[in-house]
């Protein structure tokens, strides 16, 4: 098929994008065999997963950039790639009929750029392996019994330890899996172990009305724990977004907390993150600026915009641009469209967020979310205090 001068512009300038980005990727990732990304961080099963089916795509597409590059790195890579799969060859229960899938992107298309004759004879063990197990079958068909009798149970029978299920959903397994990395993500940042709609104490607020608020911190903290406690246990169903505002050290976070684990643990997507952060990630995936953290920022910013529940922590602390505004904007304005829950909690009063960040999301924010106020004694300072 012949392309022509347009077509051939476009598909190079794809294909250039491709390559700066997969580059990225690889520096990153390069001491891995990753499978899958759990909010934008690849994993890695070159450890004790090293007989899982698919760890030859990772050393086969570092072969294929190499083709395309020249680039040492993706050679590198790929060669790590296929010595660490060495171990499913000394071990007999990693070798089965995924033999294809771990060695012929990785010790064959070695063979094929580099003769290397380490890497003939992988693939000359893997395929002759292939074919004693179809004698195998074989045999044991010949002899009545089913192809796989020799063959290990899986530890899950409704996916048979794939993940999905014949009509393409996620497995239950799958979905444990994700809920438990998910929770191990935030926990990095949240204590989730202690905070808890259980362990939220209410003895460091005072019982006195405030006359500005008509009524005392005490009663008002009641409140908005009830609020927040139905908010999760009943999300999405009936839960808004949610503005807390208020001074530091009146529970904000805790609550953000107790809200996060709660609905994480029930197969929610929940991603907490402080407001510097988020804009960091959206400034590095529009700029292509340095990015400190390990997280790729274009998988950071799909997480933000399209998790079930954001929590956007210390809003109005980050250094102020006109990309912050829009940023911000594109958060709360999406997210709303495609019915994505929002938690935002800041210091600040509702009249500096719309000076701060403009009339447009400040309308979106009084109109869509459900404004709880915090006030009170700081209770760090209670804590140091007594």
């Known amino acids: 098929m012949q392309l022509n001068k347009k077509e051939q512009a476009w598909a190079k300038e794809t294909l250039d994008r491709v390559a700066h980005k997969l580059e990225r990727v690889a520096e990153r990732s390069k001491d891995k065999i990753p499978y899958t990304t759990l909010h934008g961080v690849h994993d890695d099963k070159s450890g004790e997963e090293i007989g899982w089916w698919t760890n030859g795509f990772w ?3 570092m072969w294929q950039m190499y083709a395309l590059t020249g680039k040492e790195l993706y050679k590198e890579i790929a060669e790590d790639n296929e010595r660490k799969l060495d171990a499913c060859l000394m071990d007999i229960n990693r070798l089965d009929h995924d033999n294809g899938f771990r060695w012929l992107p990785t010790a064959v298309a070695d063979y094929r750029m580099t003769k290397n004759p380490a890497s003939r004879n992988r693939g000359l063990l893997a395929a002759g ?6 004698e195998r079958a074989e045999l044991l068909v010949g002899a009545g019994y089913p192809y796989d009798a020799l063959d290990e149970e899986p530890e899950c029978g409704l996916c048979r330890d794939s993940g999905f299920l014949p009509e393409g959903e ?3 397994c799958l979905m444990a899996y994700y809920t438990q990395e998910q929770n191990r993500r935030l926990s990095k940042l949240l204590d989730l172990g202690n905070q808890s709609f259980e362990t939220f104490s209410l003895d460091w607020y005072s019982g006195e009305v405030w006359p500005e608020y008509g009524r005392s911190p005490l009663e008002n903290m009641k409140m908005i724990r009830e609020i927040c406690g139905d908010y999760a ?3 999405p169903r009936c839960g808004g977004n949610l503005l807390f505002t ?3 050290g009146l529970g904000k976070t805790f609550l953000s907390a107790c809200i996060a684990r709660e609905v994480s ?3 929610f997507s929940v991603v907490y993150d402080t407001a510097g952060h988020v804009f960091q990630q959206f400034e590095s ?3 292509g600026r340095e990015n400190p953290f390990e997280e790729d920022p274009d998988r950071e910013v799909n997480r933000y915009l399209n998790c079930d529940l954001l929590i956007m922590d ?3 602390t980050e250094m102020l641009t006109s990309f912050v505004q829009s940023a911000f904007y594109r958060i709360v304005n999406d997210r709303l469209v495609n019915r994505r829950k929002t938690v935002l909690s800041t210091n600040l009063p509702m009249a500096e967020l719309e000076r701060r960040y403009g009339m447009a999301a400040a309308s979106r924010i009084r109109g869509e979310y459900q404004m709880l106020r915090f006030f009170g004694e700081d209770i760090r300072v209670l804590k140091r205090d007594r």
């Open 170 to 172: 996620p497995c239950k």
């Open 314 to 316: 210390d809003v109005g």
């Open 265 to 267: 643990g029930r197969g």
């Open 246 to 248: 208020g001074a530091p």
């Open 233 to 235: 246990r009943t999300f």
């Open 285 to 287: 995936g529009k700029f």
């Open 129 to 134: 392996n292939l074919a004693l197990q179809r």
């Open 59 to 61: 050393g086969g597409m």
